[in-house]
């Protein structure tokens, strides 16, 4: 190990050093703010209030109903806005003119914050879960159409050549050629709908709900029950970090498949 | 010249329609009016007018909408709070950008921290937001700047740290002071990531005061979204989306239209 070596080792070291006390030193401050600063409890929890109820909530699977409603929420969003976006997308990949016509505008509408549409599916479709259904597949519909449309669109015209002079017919096209080409920026586009998908459908069950791990939290704000509220804000951040890995984690292998 | 009149094929003759067709922008203009016929005539002779509204009729109550006794304050405040929202998540983005970026051990240190703030769901803590700056404009404006402020922070920061280092020591061997050295070599290679972060930013400032805007259902475009849905005032409700995504649309084309303009010099 020469001394270069040595003096970057030594910096990394430093730089995770900084990182924890960073964090250490936030913690600390919490404390303090809530213990001896006497910042109000309904503003600012004590962090170990928070934590035993954090405990609570995660031991008695107090949060298994809106979680459920959430999760099939989320399943039905991403399963609309894939089935759409991939088949859409394909259908507009076939032809360069289509391209031309459908990708500009499919991209000047995803510019818009969606989110706008929220009012609009909680009047037609109700506070139930449809309204976030819908919010879900709307949003996470454009980069998966998009994704869809590049993936395809952009294969490289000497392998469908290839191909074709070797006789290849339609069928053996889409599974030899066109999908292996297409398949990592479509995997791309369907990890990127599935965590906007998330997102919005907790932020519609955040702005308007009965049900659902957003609800939940909204709730908990109204009745100044913070501890808990901050108990279940860790708790989503979790679950939606844990979601995103496994979402990643299944996109890179079958990438490489 | 003998083969005119001798009966060669000639292009087949197509109407103006068709050649217009065939301009993708053309097109695109179509699909729009087709799309809005569609809405109109399912609208008008389908579907139930207290839910769904013909966007000619959204169109012709516009001014109906903008004279309900508070939707224009609302709506001026919305532009305000994101204007406030935008200039805050870009002086605090590039100024923490600029920081993070041009020392390699801060880069290190806090790029880290930066990425796992930004990559907290922000949606859930907006009722702490609201709880702790109250329903008015602050907790929208300090909402649209948390998600504002990422994004450009990340992109000055990765700008910056791409200046080849010869141009810096080269300045400072030519007795560059601190000063000079950012006016001269460090503003003008920061100025393309900038724009890029501005656009990025612009969008997450829209979401941010959007999102505080809808929650809060008391005050603001959020008491109006839901007494227009209670009433099923559909005709009033799309017109004030409409409002607002146009206003979204027109502050989006502005930044892009200054990230082309500004990193073109890039390429």
């Known amino acids: ?257 | 010249m003998a083969m005119i009149g001798s009966g060669a094929p000639r292009a087949p003759a197509i109407g103006l329609p068709q050649r217009l067709l065939r301009r993708p922008g053309v097109a695109r203009l179509a699909v729009v009016i087709l799309l809005l016929l569609i809405w109109e005539i399912a609208a008008r002779f389908l579907l139930d007018r207290d839910f769904i509204s013909p966007p000619s009729v959204v169109l012709m109550s516009l001014g109906n909408l903008l004279a309900t006794p508070g939707v224009t304050p609302a709506l001026w405040l919305t532009l305000c709070e994101i204007a406030v929202a935008f200039v805050l998540a870009v002086i605090i983005g590039a100024g923490v950008g600029l920081a993070v970026g041009l020392n390699r051990f801060a880069h290190r240190s806090f790029m880290p921290i930066v990425l796992l703030l930004y990559g907290i769901p922000q949606i859930t803590i907006l009722p702490i937001f609201v709880l702790v700056f109250g329903i008015g404009a602050a907790s929208k404006i300090a909402f649209g700047v948390t998600h504002g402020m990422f994004p450009i922070m990340i992109a000055v920061a990765a700008g910056v740290q791409k200046i080849e280092p010869v141009l810096l020591t080269s300045a400072r061997s030519m007795g560059a002071n601190r000063i000079q050295l950012f006016r001269y070599v460090i503003f003008p290679h920061m100025i393309p990531s900038f724009f890029t972060g501005m656009r990025l930013a612009m969008s997450g400032v829209l979401l941010g005061v959007l999102l505080a805007e809808l929650y809060v259902s008391t005050a603001g475009i959020g008491y109006f979204t839901s007494m227009f849905t209670e009433n099923f005032d559909a005709t009033k409700l799309i017109g004030l989306v409409s409002v607002l995504a146009a206003i979204a649309i027109a502050l989006n084309e502005i930044v892009r239209r200054a990230e082309l303009r500004y990193t073109r010099w890039r390429d």
């Open chain 1, 1 to 257: 190990m020469s001394a270069r070596d040595r003096a970057t080792a030594r910096g990394r070291l430093l730089s995770l050093l900084v990182q924890f006390a960073f964090l250490a030193i936030l913690l600390l401050f919490w404390y303090l703010a809530t213990t001896v600063w006497g910042v109000s409890r309904i503003l600012l929890p004590n962090p170990l209030d928070v934590w035993h109820q954090l405990v609570g909530v995660v031991a008695s699977g107090a949060f298994i109903p809106d979680l459920k409603v959430t999760l099939g929420e989320l399943a039905a969003a991403f399963a609309i806005s894939t089935t759409l976006g991939v088949s859409l997308g394909y259908l507009i990949s076939r032809s360069r003119y289509l391209i031309k016509v459908f990708e500009p505008l499919l991209a000047a509408i995803y510019a818009i914050p969606i989110i706008l549409f929220l009012p609009l599916y909680v009047l037609m479709l109700g506070l139930g879960p449809n309204s976030k259904i819908a919010l879900g597949a709307t949003i996470s519909f454009f980069p998966i159409v998009l994704s869809t449309i590049a993936g395809f669109g952009h294969v490289d015209r000497r392998f469908v050549t290839a191909a074709r002079s070797m006789g290849a017919n339609d069928l053996q096209m889409f599974r030899h050629v066109l999908l292996p080409a297409a398949l990592p920026v479509i995997l791309a586009g369907l990890r990127m709908g599935f965590t906007v998908a998330l997102l919005s459908v907790i932020a519609s069950e955040t702005i308007a709900s009965f049900a659902g791990l957003g609800h939940r939290i909204v709730d908990l704000a109204e009745n100044m029950d913070t501890a808990r509220m901050f108990a279940y804000i860790v708790f989503v951040i979790v679950i939606v970090a844990f979601l995103n890995a496994v979402v990643s984690k299944l996109e890179g292998r079958a990438r490489w498949r």
